[in-house]
């Protein structure tokens, strides 16, 4: 059996099929009573999918650990993101290299360990605009 369809109406499958496929690359969104998250970034595709979706999130952080003389992705990160009051918004081990949050206009202090050593950064959060940042555990100690 011949199928008859136009061309116009072939494009559009398959362009939709596309589009429903690489959004089915973004891992889930953990809804949290102070913020929004997304964690991930483990194999091409997802990384790639997260670090498009990261330009519409207040504040993407990058994990990664120098080996040698290039820096790898990591996970396993132990994260915690406190408010201005220093209140815990966020404290757990991250399952990937690339961990994206939605956050209120505000100040943070960021706390990250991987492998015993610890990172602190401060953060503000400004409406409207969206943060980079990227953590990185040099093999040196």
């Known amino acids: 059996m011949k199928l008859n369809i ?5 494009l559009v499958l398959v362009l939709a099929a596309f ?7 973004l891992p889930e969104v953990q809804a949290r009573p102070e913020m929004s998250c997304m964690m991930g970034g483990v194999g091409s595709d997802e990384s790639r999918a997260l670090r498009a979706e990261s330009k ?4 993407n952080i990058e994990f990664s650990e120098r080996l040698g ?5 990591i996970s396993g990160v132990q994260l915690k993101i406190m408010d ?23 100040t943070y202090d960021i706390v990250a360990s991987y ?20 953590m990185n555990w040099s093999n040196k100690k």
């Open 69 to 73: 003389s290039k820096d790898a992705w």
């Open 115 to 134: 492998q015993g050593i610890e990172k602190k950064r401060q953060i503000k959060i400004e409406d409207g605009k969206s943060q980079r940042i990227s």
């Open 19 to 25: 589009s429903i496929q690489s959004f089915s690359q």
């Open 56 to 59: 519409k999130w207040p504040l």
């Open 6 to 10: 136009p061309r116009k109406s072939m």
């Open 84 to 106: 201005a009051k220093k209140n815990t918004l966020f404290e757990e081990s991250c399952n990937g290299p690339i961990f994206l949050a939605k956050l209120a206009p505000g």
